[in-house]
């Protein structure tokens, strides 16, 4: 069964403090990896689009990158407005269904 | 240009009652999603739109749910009987059919089923 798991599940970091969010994922036929960012009450926001392994794409202090297992989204000296729900999503060969994960939640305190 | 808009942005209703969920999607977008998220839980699939035609409703829970899209632009989601476990937020989401990977969300309708 197609799956992907975030981790962690909450993160709290100061103004300026670099970290990283986990994506891990089993699908059949990967046909793309999706990160969105949602904020409360709102709808998911798209960023980036991964295809294949060593791929890596880059927007302001976010920057995402994929292996055939995992993808990761490093935030480089986060700022207050950085802080949301981040959401990994996945595509399979079988359709045109995103499937999610749980999301991270990351707050940025100044 | 106008994003994907939602109506209502909030419904209480009654077990049993019945409910209509409306999308607007981004103008000149053929391809309409619905999924919904329930509480604790991942924001799963419902279905897919190509135009007015269903691609895709594997993710439909059950058959009292009917999702309808007339004539390609506009599309509706109705709950009849509504039961207290189809409480959720549920999202619209629509892509260009040049580019149907980017998927643009609505701010989502939050159901509640008491």
């Known amino acids: 069964e197609d799956q992907v798991t975030q981790s962690p599940e909450a993160l709290r970091l100061q103004e300026g403090e670099s970290s990283s969010l986990n994506c891990s994922y089993t699908?059949?036929?990967?046909?793309?990896l999706f990160w969105y960012r949602q904020d409360p009450g709102k709808g998911p926001e798209f960023l980036f689009t991964?295809?294949?392994a060593g791929e890596e794409k880059e927007k302001e202090r976010l920057k995402a990158t994929l292996t055939k297992k995992e993808s990761f989204l490093h935030i480089t000296a986060p700022k207050p407005e950085d802080s949301a729900t981040y959401l990994c999503?996945?595509?399979?060969?079988?359709?045109?269904?995103?499937?999610f994960g749980k999301g991270t939640t990351l707050s940025v305190s100044s | 240009e106008a994003g994907v808009t939602q109506f209502p942005s909030h419904s209480v209703i009654e077990k049993g009652q019945t409910v209509t969920l409306r999308c607007d999607p981004i103008?000149?977008?053929?391809?309409l999603y619905w999924y919904r998220r329930v509480m604790g839980k991942e924001i799963k699939f419902l279905l897919h739109?190509?135009?007015?035609?269903?691609?895709?409703e594997s993710g439909m829970p059950n058959n009292r749910f009917l999702a309808e899209r007339t004539g390609g632009t506009y599309s509706t989601l109705k709950v009849q009987p509504a039961e207290l476990e189809d409480s959720g937020v549920y999202f619209c989401?629509?892509?260009?059919?040049?580019?149907?990977?980017?998927?643009?969300f609505g701010p989502g309708t939050r159901l509640t089923v008491l």
């Open positions: 989401a629509s892509s260009h059919r040049a580019k149907h990977n980017e998927q643009f």
């Open positions: 699908v059949s036929g990967l046909r793309g």
């Open positions: 991964l295809y294949s």
């Open positions: 999503a996945v595509k399979n060969q079988a359709g045109t269904a995103l499937i």
């Open positions: 103008s000149g977008h053929d391809n």
């Open positions: 739109f190509v135009k007015e035609s269903k691609q895709d």
